[in-house]
Protein backbone atom coordinates (compact mmCIF):
# COMPACT_ATOMS: atom_id res chain seq x y z
CA UNK A 1 0.00 0.00 0.00
CA UNK A 2 2.66 1.72 0.67
CA UNK A 3 3.94 2.05 -2.23
CA UNK A 4 1.00 2.72 -4.28
CA UNK A 5 0.89 5.64 -2.51
CA UNK A 6 4.35 6.70 -3.47
CA UNK A 7 3.54 6.06 -7.16
CA UNK A 8 0.21 7.80 -7.12
CA UNK A 9 2.11 10.52 -6.12
CA UNK A 10 5.12 11.02 -8.63
CA UNK A 11 3.53 9.01 -11.64
CA UNK A 12 1.87 12.24 -13.27
CA UNK A 13 5.32 14.42 -12.68
CA UNK A 14 7.50 11.39 -13.68
CA UNK A 15 5.23 10.89 -17.03
CA UNK A 16 5.39 14.87 -17.99
CA UNK A 17 9.35 13.94 -17.34
CA UNK A 18 8.61 11.11 -20.06
CA UNK A 19 7.40 13.17 -22.45
CA UNK A 20 10.05 16.48 -21.97
CA UNK A 21 13.10 13.44 -23.06
CA UNK A 22 10.69 13.07 -26.15
CA UNK A 23 10.07 16.65 -26.67
CA UNK A 24 13.77 16.90 -26.33
CA UNK A 25 14.53 14.57 -28.99
CA UNK A 26 12.24 15.70 -31.49
CA UNK A 27 12.13 19.62 -30.79
CA UNK A 28 10.94 20.65 -34.50
CA UNK A 29 8.38 18.18 -35.24
CA UNK A 30 6.62 18.56 -31.56
CA UNK A 31 6.80 22.33 -32.53
CA UNK A 32 4.86 22.09 -36.00
CA UNK A 33 2.45 19.80 -34.12
CA UNK A 34 1.71 21.63 -31.62
CA UNK A 35 1.16 24.86 -33.39
CA UNK A 36 -1.19 22.91 -35.75
CA UNK A 37 -2.97 21.67 -32.07
CA UNK A 38 -2.85 25.26 -31.58
CA UNK A 39 -4.63 26.42 -35.09
CA UNK A 40 -6.90 23.91 -34.29
CA UNK A 41 -7.92 24.69 -31.14
CA UNK A 42 -8.46 28.52 -31.86
CA UNK A 43 -10.55 27.67 -34.73
CA UNK A 44 -12.66 25.66 -32.55
CA UNK A 45 -13.48 28.63 -30.51
CA UNK A 46 -14.27 30.48 -33.57
CA UNK A 47 -16.07 28.35 -34.30
CA UNK A 48 -18.47 29.52 -31.66
CA UNK A 49 -18.09 32.89 -31.80
CA UNK A 50 -19.46 32.05 -35.80
CA UNK A 51 -22.35 30.99 -34.58
CA UNK A 52 -23.26 33.28 -32.02
CA UNK A 53 -22.45 36.19 -34.73
CA UNK A 54 -24.89 34.29 -36.76
CA UNK A 55 -27.58 33.46 -34.30
CA UNK A 56 -27.24 37.53 -33.95
CA UNK A 57 -27.30 39.44 -37.01
CA UNK A 58 -28.75 36.80 -39.26
CA UNK A 59 -31.49 33.92 -37.72
CA UNK A 60 -32.90 36.19 -35.34
CA UNK A 61 -33.09 39.08 -38.08
CA UNK A 62 -35.00 36.26 -40.07
CA UNK A 63 -37.41 35.36 -38.12
CA UNK A 64 -38.52 39.05 -37.01
CA UNK A 65 -38.48 39.95 -40.49
CA UNK A 66 -39.35 37.12 -42.41
CA UNK A 67 -36.68 37.28 -45.32
CA UNK A 68 -32.85 36.64 -45.24
CA UNK A 69 -30.59 38.88 -46.75
CA UNK A 70 -28.22 37.18 -50.11
CA UNK A 71 -25.17 38.87 -48.72
CA UNK A 72 -25.26 37.55 -45.30
CA UNK A 73 -25.89 34.25 -46.36
CA UNK A 74 -22.52 34.19 -47.89
CA UNK A 75 -20.96 35.79 -45.01
CA UNK A 76 -22.06 33.25 -43.27
CA UNK A 77 -20.98 30.27 -45.39
CA UNK A 78 -16.86 31.93 -46.23
CA UNK A 79 -17.12 32.16 -42.22
CA UNK A 80 -17.87 28.48 -41.58
CA UNK A 81 -15.91 27.36 -44.64
CA UNK A 82 -12.92 29.49 -43.90
CA UNK A 83 -12.88 27.93 -39.82
CA UNK A 84 -13.48 24.37 -41.16
CA UNK A 85 -10.19 24.27 -43.46
CA UNK A 86 -7.96 26.06 -41.22
CA UNK A 87 -9.24 24.10 -38.45
CA UNK A 88 -8.41 20.87 -41.18
CA UNK A 89 -5.17 21.86 -41.91
CA UNK A 90 -4.32 22.15 -38.18
CA UNK A 91 -5.54 18.47 -37.46
CA UNK A 92 -3.71 17.50 -40.38
CA UNK A 93 -0.48 19.04 -38.63
CA UNK A 94 -1.51 17.56 -35.07
CA UNK A 95 -1.78 14.25 -36.02
CA UNK A 96 1.11 13.81 -38.40
CA UNK A 97 3.67 15.40 -35.97
CA UNK A 98 2.43 13.40 -32.91
CA UNK A 99 2.54 10.20 -35.33
CA UNK A 100 6.42 10.84 -36.38
CA UNK A 101 6.94 11.69 -32.83
CA UNK A 102 5.74 8.53 -31.77
CA UNK A 103 7.28 5.99 -33.58
CA UNK A 104 10.67 8.10 -34.28
CA UNK A 105 10.68 7.78 -30.25
CA UNK A 106 9.78 4.03 -30.26
CA UNK A 107 12.39 3.44 -33.37
CA UNK A 108 15.19 5.63 -31.23
CA UNK A 109 14.60 3.78 -28.05
CA UNK A 110 14.47 0.25 -29.61
CA UNK A 111 17.85 0.37 -30.99
CA UNK A 112 18.94 1.64 -28.14
CA UNK A 113 17.50 -1.12 -25.80
CA UNK A 114 19.39 -3.76 -28.55
CA UNK A 115 22.55 -1.73 -29.03
CA UNK A 116 22.86 -2.26 -25.08
CA UNK A 117 22.22 -5.85 -25.57
CA UNK A 118 24.92 -5.85 -27.88
CA UNK A 119 27.11 -4.49 -25.78
CA UNK A 120 26.71 -6.18 -22.20
CA UNK A 121 28.75 -8.92 -20.99
CA UNK A 122 27.20 -12.06 -20.96
CA UNK A 123 26.96 -12.57 -17.08
CA UNK A 124 24.48 -9.70 -17.43
CA UNK A 125 22.41 -11.52 -19.99
CA UNK A 126 22.55 -14.79 -17.58
CA UNK A 127 20.62 -12.53 -14.71
CA UNK A 128 17.83 -11.52 -17.10
CA UNK A 129 15.13 -13.92 -18.76
CA UNK A 130 14.83 -13.64 -22.48
CA UNK A 131 10.92 -12.94 -22.32
CA UNK A 132 12.21 -10.23 -19.89
CA UNK A 133 14.37 -8.45 -22.11
CA UNK A 134 12.08 -9.00 -25.23
CA UNK A 135 9.06 -7.44 -22.88
CA UNK A 136 11.69 -4.83 -22.53
CA UNK A 137 12.25 -3.99 -26.57
CA UNK A 138 9.30 -4.33 -27.58
CA UNK A 139 5.60 -3.60 -25.27
CA UNK A 140 7.19 -1.54 -22.32
CA UNK A 141 9.09 0.51 -25.16
CA UNK A 142 5.72 0.92 -27.18
CA UNK A 143 4.05 1.86 -23.35
CA UNK A 144 6.61 4.19 -22.47
CA UNK A 145 5.69 6.63 -25.50
CA UNK A 146 2.26 6.44 -25.75
CA UNK A 147 1.15 9.44 -24.14
CA UNK A 148 3.31 11.57 -26.68
CA UNK A 149 1.30 10.92 -29.31
CA UNK A 150 -1.85 13.12 -28.18
CA UNK A 151 0.50 15.46 -26.23
CA UNK A 152 0.68 17.98 -28.71
CA UNK A 153 -3.88 17.77 -29.08
CA UNK A 154 -3.16 17.83 -25.32
CA UNK A 155 -1.18 21.34 -25.21
CA UNK A 156 -3.43 22.80 -28.37
CA UNK A 157 -6.57 22.38 -26.37
CA UNK A 158 -5.43 23.41 -23.40
CA UNK A 159 -4.55 26.98 -25.79
CA UNK A 160 -8.16 26.18 -27.00
CA UNK A 161 -9.98 26.46 -23.21
CA UNK A 162 -8.20 29.69 -21.86
CA UNK A 163 -9.98 31.59 -25.28
CA UNK A 164 -12.78 29.75 -25.16
CA UNK A 165 -13.01 30.70 -21.30
CA UNK A 166 -12.11 33.98 -21.86
CA UNK A 167 -14.49 34.77 -24.50
CA UNK A 168 -17.30 33.34 -22.22
CA UNK A 169 -16.52 36.01 -19.70
CA UNK A 170 -16.31 38.57 -22.40
CA UNK A 171 -19.93 37.46 -23.74
CA UNK A 172 -21.57 37.00 -20.63
CA UNK A 173 -19.50 37.77 -17.00
CA UNK A 174 -22.39 35.85 -14.54
CA UNK A 175 -22.70 33.22 -17.34
CA UNK A 176 -19.13 32.21 -17.26
CA UNK A 177 -18.82 31.71 -13.66
CA UNK A 178 -21.70 29.60 -13.46
CA UNK A 179 -20.31 27.30 -16.25
CA UNK A 180 -17.06 27.02 -15.01
CA UNK A 181 -18.39 25.90 -12.00
CA UNK A 182 -18.34 22.34 -13.29
CA UNK A 183 -14.55 23.14 -13.33
CA UNK A 184 -13.31 21.66 -9.80
CA UNK A 185 -16.14 18.80 -10.20
CA UNK A 186 -14.05 18.15 -13.58
CA UNK A 187 -10.92 18.30 -11.45
CA UNK A 188 -11.73 16.19 -8.73
CA UNK A 189 -13.34 13.43 -10.93
CA UNK A 190 -9.85 13.24 -12.76
CA UNK A 191 -7.59 13.29 -9.82
CA UNK A 192 -9.80 10.27 -7.84
CA UNK A 193 -9.24 8.38 -11.30
CA UNK A 194 -5.76 8.59 -11.05
CA UNK A 195 -5.96 7.64 -7.52
CA UNK A 196 -7.28 4.44 -8.19
CA UNK A 197 -6.38 3.60 -12.24
CA UNK A 198 -2.56 4.30 -11.83
CA UNK A 199 -1.93 1.36 -8.93
CA UNK A 200 -3.67 -1.26 -11.67
CA UNK A 201 -2.27 0.35 -14.91
CA UNK A 202 1.14 0.07 -13.38
CA UNK A 203 0.18 -3.88 -12.07
CA UNK A 204 -0.87 -4.78 -15.52
CA UNK A 205 1.84 -3.18 -17.44
CA UNK A 206 4.36 -5.41 -15.31
CA UNK A 207 2.58 -8.32 -15.62
CA UNK A 208 2.52 -8.14 -19.06
CA UNK A 209 6.28 -8.41 -19.68
CA UNK A 210 5.28 -11.94 -16.85
CA UNK A 211 2.99 -13.09 -19.39
CA UNK A 212 5.60 -12.69 -21.98
CA UNK A 213 8.70 -14.19 -19.78
CA UNK A 214 6.63 -16.96 -19.30
CA UNK A 215 5.25 -17.98 -23.27
CA UNK A 216 9.18 -17.29 -24.11
CA UNK A 217 10.21 -19.82 -21.41
CA UNK A 218 7.56 -22.62 -22.38
CA UNK A 219 8.58 -21.89 -25.97
CA UNK A 220 11.93 -22.42 -26.09
CA UNK A 221 11.56 -25.38 -23.73
CA UNK A 222 9.27 -26.69 -25.93
CA UNK A 223 11.27 -30.47 -26.62
CA UNK A 224 11.34 -30.37 -22.43
CA UNK A 225 7.64 -29.45 -21.87
CA UNK A 226 6.89 -32.46 -24.51
CA UNK A 227 9.17 -34.95 -23.82
CA UNK A 228 8.55 -34.81 -20.12
CA UNK A 229 4.61 -34.32 -20.57
CA UNK A 230 4.32 -31.11 -18.59
CA UNK A 231 2.20 -29.53 -21.23
CA UNK A 232 -1.01 -29.26 -18.58
CA UNK A 233 1.72 -27.89 -16.04
CA UNK A 234 2.73 -25.21 -18.28
CA UNK A 235 -0.30 -24.40 -19.29
CA UNK A 236 -1.69 -23.95 -15.32
CA UNK A 237 1.19 -21.27 -15.07
CA UNK A 238 0.83 -19.55 -18.03
CA UNK A 239 -3.07 -19.39 -17.23
CA UNK A 240 -2.56 -18.27 -13.77
CA UNK A 241 -0.65 -15.18 -14.67
CA UNK A 242 -2.85 -14.39 -17.78
CA UNK A 243 -5.88 -14.62 -15.73
CA UNK A 244 -4.30 -12.07 -13.11
CA UNK A 245 -3.66 -9.75 -16.40
CA UNK A 246 -7.03 -9.95 -17.24
CA UNK A 247 -8.79 -9.42 -13.73
CA UNK A 248 -6.16 -6.07 -13.08
CA UNK A 249 -7.29 -5.28 -16.43
CA UNK A 250 -10.63 -5.76 -16.15
CA UNK A 251 -10.68 -3.80 -12.42
CA UNK A 252 -9.01 -1.10 -14.38
CA UNK A 253 -11.76 -1.21 -17.56
CA UNK A 254 -14.31 -1.08 -14.60
CA UNK A 255 -13.12 2.31 -12.57
CA UNK A 256 -12.89 3.93 -16.46
CA UNK A 257 -16.14 2.98 -17.42
CA UNK A 258 -17.22 4.83 -13.71
CA UNK A 259 -14.92 7.40 -14.59
CA UNK A 260 -15.53 8.43 -18.55
CA UNK A 261 -19.29 8.95 -18.43
CA UNK A 262 -18.87 11.30 -15.45
CA UNK A 263 -16.84 13.51 -16.88
CA UNK A 264 -18.69 13.39 -20.23
CA UNK A 265 -21.64 14.24 -18.07
CA UNK A 266 -20.25 17.15 -15.79
CA UNK A 267 -19.83 19.20 -19.00
CA UNK A 268 -23.43 18.84 -19.86
CA UNK A 269 -25.09 19.64 -16.73
CA UNK A 270 -23.18 23.01 -16.65
CA UNK A 271 -24.66 23.77 -20.13
CA UNK A 272 -28.23 22.91 -19.08
CA UNK A 273 -27.55 25.23 -16.24
CA UNK A 274 -26.20 27.77 -18.33
CA UNK A 275 -29.00 27.59 -20.55
CA UNK A 276 -31.63 28.19 -17.95
CA UNK A 277 -29.76 31.16 -16.43
CA UNK A 278 -29.61 32.44 -19.96
CA UNK A 279 -33.79 32.11 -20.61
CA UNK A 280 -33.56 34.04 -17.48
CA UNK A 281 -31.21 36.80 -18.30
CA UNK A 282 -32.39 37.39 -21.64
CA UNK A 283 -35.98 37.71 -20.86
CA UNK A 284 -35.03 40.60 -18.07
CA UNK A 285 -33.02 42.13 -20.99
CA UNK A 286 -29.66 41.92 -18.94
CA UNK A 287 -28.50 39.73 -22.20
CA UNK A 288 -28.73 38.86 -26.03
CA UNK A 289 -30.03 35.23 -27.11
CA UNK A 290 -26.80 35.27 -29.25
CA UNK A 291 -24.48 35.69 -26.21
CA UNK A 292 -26.65 32.75 -24.58
CA UNK A 293 -25.60 30.64 -27.60
CA UNK A 294 -21.94 31.45 -27.27
CA UNK A 295 -21.26 30.63 -23.74
CA UNK A 296 -23.40 27.15 -23.63
CA UNK A 297 -21.29 26.38 -27.21
CA UNK A 298 -17.83 27.66 -25.28
CA UNK A 299 -19.10 25.39 -21.99
CA UNK A 300 -19.20 22.26 -24.36
CA UNK A 301 -15.99 23.10 -26.43
CA UNK A 302 -14.30 23.90 -22.23
CA UNK A 303 -15.23 20.14 -21.71
CA UNK A 304 -12.83 18.79 -24.50
CA UNK A 305 -9.82 19.87 -23.22
CA UNK A 306 -10.84 18.22 -19.59
CA UNK A 307 -11.36 15.35 -21.74
CA UNK A 308 -7.93 15.52 -23.68
CA UNK A 309 -5.80 15.81 -20.89
CA UNK A 310 -7.48 13.23 -18.86
CA UNK A 311 -6.87 11.35 -21.59
CA UNK A 312 -3.41 12.15 -21.40
CA UNK A 313 -3.25 11.51 -17.77
CA UNK A 314 -4.64 7.72 -17.65
CA UNK A 315 -1.54 6.97 -20.22
CA UNK A 316 0.83 7.97 -17.89
CA UNK A 317 0.88 5.21 -15.40
CA UNK A 318 1.31 2.68 -18.35
CA UNK A 319 4.28 4.90 -19.52
CA UNK A 320 6.14 5.74 -16.72
CA UNK A 321 6.35 2.15 -15.93
CA UNK A 322 7.58 1.39 -19.46
CA UNK A 323 9.86 4.00 -19.40
CA UNK A 324 11.22 2.44 -16.57
CA UNK A 325 11.63 -0.88 -17.23
CA UNK A 326 13.65 0.33 -20.76
CA UNK A 327 15.61 3.01 -18.90
CA UNK A 328 16.93 -0.03 -16.50
CA UNK A 329 18.21 -1.51 -19.54
CA UNK A 330 19.67 1.86 -20.89
CA UNK A 331 21.25 2.59 -17.62
CA UNK A 332 22.73 -1.03 -16.92
CA UNK A 333 26.45 -1.27 -16.21
CA UNK A 334 28.69 -4.16 -17.17
CA UNK A 335 29.59 -2.99 -21.12
CA UNK A 336 32.81 -4.68 -21.91
CA UNK A 337 35.64 -1.97 -21.94
CA UNK A 338 38.53 -2.39 -25.37
CA UNK A 339 41.59 -1.37 -25.96
CA UNK A 340 43.50 -0.87 -29.18
CA UNK A 341 46.16 -3.82 -29.59
CA UNK A 342 45.97 -6.00 -32.66
CA UNK A 343 46.70 -9.23 -32.97
CA UNK A 344 49.25 -10.01 -35.50
CA UNK A 345 48.01 -10.97 -39.08
CA UNK A 346 49.88 -14.42 -39.64
CA UNK A 347 48.25 -17.48 -40.29
CA UNK A 348 49.53 -19.73 -38.01
CA UNK A 349 48.17 -20.98 -34.56
CA UNK A 350 47.74 -18.71 -31.82
CA UNK A 351 49.21 -18.86 -28.57
CA UNK A 352 47.05 -18.82 -25.28
CA UNK A 353 48.43 -18.24 -22.08
CA UNK A 354 46.22 -18.28 -18.72
CA UNK A 355 47.66 -16.91 -15.57
CA UNK A 356 46.07 -17.40 -12.15
CA UNK A 357 42.69 -17.16 -13.91
CA UNK A 358 39.69 -16.98 -10.85
CA UNK A 359 36.06 -16.38 -11.60
CA UNK A 360 32.67 -16.79 -9.67
CA UNK A 361 29.16 -16.08 -10.39
CA UNK A 362 28.84 -14.69 -7.23
CA UNK A 363 31.30 -14.31 -4.40
CA UNK A 364 30.33 -17.11 -2.12
CA UNK A 365 30.99 -20.11 -4.67
CA UNK A 366 34.19 -19.64 -7.18
CA UNK A 367 34.20 -21.61 -9.69
CA UNK A 368 37.78 -21.60 -10.72
CA UNK A 369 40.46 -20.96 -8.72
CA UNK A 370 44.05 -19.83 -9.80
CA UNK A 371 44.08 -21.32 -13.18
CA UNK A 372 47.33 -21.59 -15.35
CA UNK A 373 47.07 -23.24 -18.67
CA UNK A 374 49.52 -22.38 -21.91
CA UNK A 375 48.67 -23.96 -25.62
CA UNK A 376 51.08 -23.15 -28.01
CA UNK A 377 50.85 -22.35 -31.69
CA UNK A 378 49.20 -25.37 -33.69
CA UNK A 379 49.06 -27.52 -30.45
CA UNK A 380 46.08 -29.57 -29.53
CA UNK A 381 44.89 -29.51 -25.70
CA UNK A 382 41.98 -31.83 -24.26
CA UNK A 383 40.08 -30.18 -21.84
CA UNK A 384 39.23 -33.08 -19.15
CA UNK A 385 36.41 -32.60 -15.91
CA UNK A 386 33.31 -33.63 -14.64
CA UNK A 387 30.31 -32.23 -14.41
CA UNK A 388 30.37 -28.69 -12.81
CA UNK A 389 34.54 -28.39 -12.88
CA UNK A 390 34.08 -25.34 -15.14
CA UNK A 391 35.16 -26.35 -18.50
CA UNK A 392 32.26 -24.31 -20.24
CA UNK A 393 33.00 -21.41 -18.15
CA UNK A 394 36.57 -21.28 -19.06
CA UNK A 395 35.55 -21.39 -22.81
CA UNK A 396 33.69 -17.90 -21.97
CA UNK A 397 36.81 -16.89 -20.70
CA UNK A 398 38.99 -17.50 -23.48
CA UNK A 399 36.41 -16.06 -25.54
CA UNK A 400 35.90 -13.05 -23.95
CA UNK A 401 32.15 -13.52 -23.03
CA UNK A 402 33.30 -12.83 -19.26
CA UNK A 403 35.74 -11.26 -17.66
CA UNK A 404 38.10 -12.67 -15.01
CA UNK A 405 37.26 -11.62 -11.04
CA UNK A 406 41.43 -11.82 -10.99
CA UNK A 407 44.28 -13.01 -12.94
CA UNK A 408 44.36 -12.47 -17.27
CA UNK A 409 43.93 -14.47 -20.69
CA UNK A 410 46.50 -13.97 -23.12
CA UNK A 411 46.37 -14.37 -26.99
CA UNK A 412 50.08 -14.19 -28.61
CA UNK A 413 51.15 -12.02 -25.69
CA UNK A 414 48.02 -9.52 -24.90
CA UNK A 415 45.73 -9.44 -22.65
CA UNK A 416 42.55 -9.82 -24.08
CA UNK A 417 41.05 -6.65 -22.10
CA UNK A 418 43.72 -4.41 -24.36
CA UNK A 419 42.56 -5.62 -27.69
CA UNK A 420 40.43 -3.27 -29.59
CA UNK A 421 36.70 -4.24 -30.64
CA UNK A 422 35.95 -7.27 -32.85
CA UNK A 423 39.38 -8.01 -32.53
CA UNK A 424 39.20 -11.68 -30.78
CA UNK A 425 36.39 -12.96 -32.99
CA UNK A 426 38.70 -12.81 -36.45
CA UNK A 427 41.29 -15.19 -34.72
CA UNK A 428 38.76 -17.12 -32.14
CA UNK A 429 36.42 -19.25 -32.60
CA UNK A 430 33.75 -21.18 -29.90
CA UNK A 431 32.08 -23.80 -30.88
CA UNK A 432 29.64 -24.50 -28.02
CA UNK A 433 27.99 -27.94 -26.65
CA UNK A 434 24.37 -26.63 -28.49
CA UNK A 435 24.51 -25.73 -31.88
CA UNK A 436 22.14 -22.93 -32.59
CA UNK A 437 20.99 -23.05 -36.26
CA UNK A 438 18.90 -19.89 -38.04
CA UNK A 439 15.72 -19.95 -40.35
CA UNK A 440 18.02 -19.72 -43.19
CA UNK A 441 19.48 -21.31 -45.70
CA UNK A 442 22.68 -23.47 -45.32
CA UNK A 443 24.74 -21.19 -46.45
CA UNK A 444 23.15 -18.49 -44.42
CA UNK A 445 23.80 -20.27 -41.14
CA UNK A 446 27.07 -21.31 -42.67
CA UNK A 447 28.37 -17.49 -43.55
CA UNK A 448 25.82 -16.03 -41.26
CA UNK A 449 26.27 -13.11 -44.16
CA UNK A 450 29.41 -12.75 -44.41
CA UNK A 451 31.01 -12.34 -48.31
CA UNK A 452 32.57 -16.27 -48.56
CA UNK A 453 32.82 -18.10 -51.61
CA UNK A 454 31.14 -21.11 -52.32
CA UNK A 455 34.47 -22.79 -52.45
CA UNK A 456 35.00 -21.81 -49.21
CA UNK A 457 32.29 -22.92 -47.34
CA UNK A 458 32.59 -26.36 -49.17
CA UNK A 459 36.18 -26.36 -47.41
CA UNK A 460 34.56 -25.77 -44.34
CA UNK A 461 31.52 -28.29 -44.64
CA UNK A 462 34.41 -30.95 -45.57
CA UNK A 463 36.61 -30.67 -42.61
CA UNK A 464 33.23 -31.09 -39.93
CA UNK A 465 32.44 -33.78 -42.19
CA UNK A 466 29.40 -32.13 -43.42
CA UNK A 467 29.37 -31.54 -46.90
CA UNK A 468 27.98 -35.66 -47.17
CA UNK A 469 24.78 -34.84 -45.87
CA UNK A 470 24.37 -30.93 -47.45
CA UNK A 471 24.99 -32.30 -51.09
CA UNK A 472 22.26 -34.62 -50.55
CA UNK A 473 19.84 -31.96 -49.22
CA UNK A 474 16.83 -31.04 -51.58
CA UNK A 475 18.95 -27.43 -52.70
CA UNK A 476 22.34 -27.84 -51.75
CA UNK A 477 23.93 -24.83 -49.80
CA UNK A 478 20.40 -23.12 -50.56
CA UNK A 479 18.00 -25.28 -48.39
CA UNK A 480 16.20 -23.45 -45.71
CA UNK A 481 17.08 -25.31 -42.30
CA UNK A 482 13.72 -24.33 -40.42
CA UNK A 483 14.00 -22.73 -36.89
CA UNK A 484 16.47 -23.59 -34.86
CA UNK A 485 17.35 -26.19 -37.66
CA UNK A 486 14.62 -28.66 -36.91
CA UNK A 487 14.83 -30.40 -40.29
CA UNK A 488 18.30 -31.51 -39.00
CA UNK A 489 19.52 -34.07 -36.41
CA UNK A 490 21.87 -33.03 -33.60
CA UNK A 491 24.98 -34.90 -35.16
CA UNK A 492 24.26 -32.12 -38.35
CA UNK A 493 23.51 -29.45 -36.19
CA UNK A 494 27.08 -29.41 -34.35
CA UNK A 495 29.11 -30.50 -37.76
CA UNK A 496 27.46 -26.99 -39.47
CA UNK A 497 27.83 -25.26 -36.27
CA UNK A 498 31.47 -26.19 -36.62
CA UNK A 499 31.61 -25.67 -40.39
CA UNK A 500 30.25 -21.88 -39.13
CA UNK A 501 33.67 -21.27 -37.25
CA UNK A 502 36.11 -22.90 -39.74
CA UNK A 503 34.89 -21.01 -42.30
CA UNK A 504 36.16 -18.10 -40.17
CA UNK A 505 39.49 -19.39 -40.86
CA UNK A 506 40.54 -19.29 -36.73
CA UNK A 507 43.89 -19.10 -35.74
CA UNK A 508 42.26 -20.40 -32.16
CA UNK A 509 39.55 -23.27 -32.17
CA UNK A 510 37.60 -24.05 -29.22
CA UNK A 511 35.11 -26.70 -28.99
CA UNK A 512 33.21 -27.25 -25.74
CA UNK A 513 31.93 -30.86 -26.35
CA UNK A 514 31.24 -29.72 -29.72
CA UNK A 515 30.81 -33.03 -30.88
CA UNK A 516 29.23 -34.73 -28.92
CA UNK A 517 25.66 -35.43 -31.27
CA UNK A 518 28.38 -37.09 -33.49
CA UNK A 519 29.20 -40.77 -33.78
CA UNK A 520 33.08 -41.59 -32.73
CA UNK A 521 34.25 -43.07 -36.26
CA UNK A 522 33.03 -39.41 -37.46
CA UNK A 523 34.27 -36.85 -34.64
CA UNK A 524 37.67 -39.11 -35.00
CA UNK A 525 37.87 -38.05 -38.35
CA UNK A 526 36.67 -34.31 -37.74
CA UNK A 527 39.27 -34.01 -35.33
CA UNK A 528 42.27 -35.50 -37.33
CA UNK A 529 41.39 -33.22 -39.92
CA UNK A 530 41.29 -30.08 -37.98
CA UNK A 531 44.92 -31.21 -35.99
CA UNK A 532 46.46 -31.95 -39.93
CA UNK A 533 45.43 -28.57 -41.66
CA UNK A 534 42.53 -25.87 -41.11
CA UNK A 535 42.59 -24.35 -44.71
CA UNK A 536 46.02 -24.58 -44.75
CA UNK A 537 47.44 -23.54 -41.69
CA UNK A 538 47.70 -25.57 -38.66
CA UNK A 539 45.31 -23.87 -35.99
CA UNK A 540 45.18 -23.98 -32.48
CA UNK A 541 42.79 -26.01 -30.85
CA UNK A 542 41.25 -26.49 -27.23
CA UNK A 543 38.95 -29.31 -27.14
CA UNK A 544 36.82 -29.98 -24.14
CA UNK A 545 36.64 -34.08 -24.30
CA UNK A 546 35.23 -37.22 -23.11
CA UNK A 547 35.67 -39.39 -25.14
CA UNK A 548 39.20 -41.47 -24.62
CA UNK A 549 39.05 -41.75 -28.68
CA UNK A 550 38.91 -37.61 -28.53
CA UNK A 551 41.36 -37.65 -25.50
CA UNK A 552 43.93 -39.52 -27.06
CA UNK A 553 44.39 -37.50 -30.25
CA UNK A 554 45.48 -34.52 -28.23
CA UNK A 555 48.92 -33.80 -27.81
CA UNK A 556 48.59 -32.58 -23.82
CA UNK A 557 45.67 -33.25 -21.41
CA UNK A 558 44.74 -30.56 -18.97
CA UNK A 559 42.41 -32.54 -16.43
CA UNK A 560 39.96 -29.88 -14.46
CA UNK A 561 38.93 -30.67 -10.93
CA UNK A 562 36.95 -28.35 -8.50
CA UNK A 563 38.00 -25.59 -10.43
CA UNK A 564 41.81 -26.14 -10.65
CA UNK A 565 43.55 -28.05 -13.23
CA UNK A 566 45.25 -30.78 -11.11
CA UNK A 567 46.91 -32.80 -13.38
CA UNK A 568 48.77 -32.06 -17.03
CA UNK A 569 50.17 -34.54 -19.75
CA UNK A 570 49.33 -36.79 -21.88
CA UNK A 571 46.19 -39.11 -21.76
CA UNK A 572 48.59 -42.16 -21.53
CA UNK A 573 50.91 -40.27 -19.03
CA UNK A 574 47.49 -39.02 -16.56
CA UNK A 575 46.14 -42.48 -16.80
CA UNK A 576 49.16 -43.82 -14.76
CA UNK A 577 49.62 -40.98 -12.88
CA UNK A 578 46.19 -39.48 -11.66
CA UNK A 579 43.56 -42.31 -10.53
CA UNK A 580 40.78 -39.95 -10.28
CA UNK A 581 41.35 -38.74 -14.23
CA UNK A 582 41.84 -42.55 -15.32
CA UNK A 583 38.40 -43.18 -13.00
CA UNK A 584 36.83 -40.35 -15.04
CA UNK A 585 37.59 -41.20 -18.36
CA UNK A 586 37.09 -44.92 -17.56
CA UNK A 587 33.84 -43.73 -16.03
CA UNK A 588 33.12 -42.07 -19.51
CA UNK A 589 33.53 -44.93 -21.49
CA UNK A 590 31.16 -47.33 -19.08
CA UNK A 591 28.53 -44.87 -17.84
CA UNK A 592 28.17 -42.86 -20.80
CA UNK A 593 28.74 -39.36 -20.51
CA UNK A 594 25.56 -37.98 -19.78
CA UNK A 595 25.87 -39.07 -16.22
CA UNK A 596 29.12 -37.81 -15.71
CA UNK A 597 30.79 -35.60 -18.73
CA UNK A 598 28.96 -32.54 -20.21
CA UNK A 599 28.37 -29.29 -18.23
CA UNK A 600 24.72 -28.98 -19.55
CA UNK A 601 22.56 -31.58 -21.52
CA UNK A 602 22.71 -32.57 -25.32
CA UNK A 603 21.12 -32.93 -28.04
CA UNK A 604 20.01 -35.87 -29.56
CA UNK A 605 22.66 -38.38 -31.94
CA UNK A 606 22.79 -38.61 -35.62
CA UNK A 607 19.74 -39.65 -37.24
Given at each position: ???????????????????????????????????????????????????G????H???????????????????????M??????AI??????????????RM??????????????L?M???????????????Y???E?????????P???G???????????M??????????????????????L??????SP?????Q??R???????????????????????????D?????????????????????????????????????????G?????????S?????????L??????????I??????????????R???????A????????????R???????????????????????????L?V?????????????????????L??R??D??????R???H???????????R???L???T?F?F??????N???????????????L?????D?F????P??????????????S???????????A???????L??D??????D???E??????LR?????S????????????????????????????V?????????????A?A???N???TE???????D???T??ER
Open positions: MAEDAELRGTTTLDGFRVLWVGIKREPIVFTVATLGAVLFGVLTVADAWVLWSTQVLIPAFETGEIGTDLLVWVFVLFSVAILRGIVARRLGGGIMYYQSHTRRGVTRQYLSPEWHQRHPTGQLLSNASDVAAWSPIMPLMALTIVMMVIAVVQFVADLVMAVVGLLVFPAVVVANLYQRYALMTRAGLAEVSEIAHESFDGAMVVKTLGREVEETRFRAKAHELRDVNIRAGRIRAIFDPALASLPSLGVLVVLAVVSRVSSGSTAGDVVTVAYLTIVSFPIRAGWLLGEFPRSVVGYRAKAVLDTGAMPYGADELPTDGGALVQVDGLHYAYDASTPLLQGIDEQPGQTVALVGATASGKSTLTSLTLVPDDGRVIDGDLRTLRKGELPDVAVPQAMDDTVRGVTLGADVPDEEVWGARTAQAGVAALEGLDTRLGERGTSLGGQRQRLSLARLVRRPRLILDATSAVPEVARILASDDVHGAASLLVVAYRKATISLADEVAHLEGGRIGRGTHAELLETSPYHLVAYEGPAEVGSTGRGG
